[in-house]
C-alpha cells in the first residue's frame, strides 16, 4: 500500500515539526554538519504522520525522513545524488536560505504542506512507498521510498518542465536510508 500526498502552499511560515516539500528545512544540529553546500531541500516526512497509512510498517513511525539531493555541476538538471537521512531527534534549526543558491531556484523557497492520504500502490501523484508510476522499462524496478510528481500540484514550478517523475529508491532490500538512490524519469 501506497502512502499518497498532496501538497499545499503554506500561508505563513510552517512549525518546525511539520511535514513539508520544499521551503525552509528545520533540522536537527545532528544533521546540518552532515549537508554539503550544493545540496537541494525536497522534503521533511514526520513519521507520526503516516502511522495511519503505512499499515505493512514499512517506515519508522517515530522521528523525521529528511530527502536533499545534490548536483554534480551546477546545472540545473545534470545528474543528481540522493542524500536521506533519519532522525529521531526534534528538529532545532530553521535554515530560512536553504535553497536560495540552488541552480534550480523554481518554487524551492515556499513551504508545502503535506497532507497524506491512503493510495493504491500504483497512484501516480506524490507519494510514499508502492509501484513507481509510469515505470517504462523490463527490469522490476527497485522499492521506491518517495515519488515526486512535478505536475501534481498546481502552482509549483519546481521541475515542472519534467513531465515525468523523480523516484528516491532504496538501494536495496535491506530499506538503509543512507542507501538510496535517485533517478528522473521522462515521460
Known sequence: MAIG???????????LDV???????????????????DAIFIAQIKLEDIIPFDIDNKLPHV??????????D??????????????????EVAISDFNQNSPISEGL???????????D?????????????????????RELLLQYDPLDTEDLEFFSCLDGYIYFFFKDEKRK????????EYS
Do not use: C, H, R
Open 74 to 91: 551546477d546545472g540545473p538538471y545534470s545528474y543528481k545524488k540522493a542524500v536521506v537521512f533519519y532522525s529521531n531527534e526534534e528538529p
Open 177 to 184: 536510508f543512507n542507501e538510496v538512490e535517485i533517478q528522473l
Open 121 to 141: 500502490d500504483s497512484y501516480e501523484g506524490n507519494k510514499l512507498l508502492g509501484v513507481p508510476a509510469d515505470w517504462n522499462y523490463q527490469d522490476e524496478p
Open 19 to 37: 511535514s513539508k516539500f520544499f521551503g525552509i528545512p528545520t533540522l536537527p544540529l545532528s544533521i546540518v554538519d552532515k549537508l554539503s553546500s
Open 63 to 72: 522521528g523525521f525522513l529528511y530527502f536533499f539531493m545534490e548536483s554534480e
Open 5 to 15: 500526498m498532496k501538497l499545499k502552499k503554506a500561508n505563513e511560515s510552517s512549525k
Open 109 to 119: 523557497n515556499e513551504d508545502y504542506i503535506i497532507e497524506f492520504f491512503k493510495a
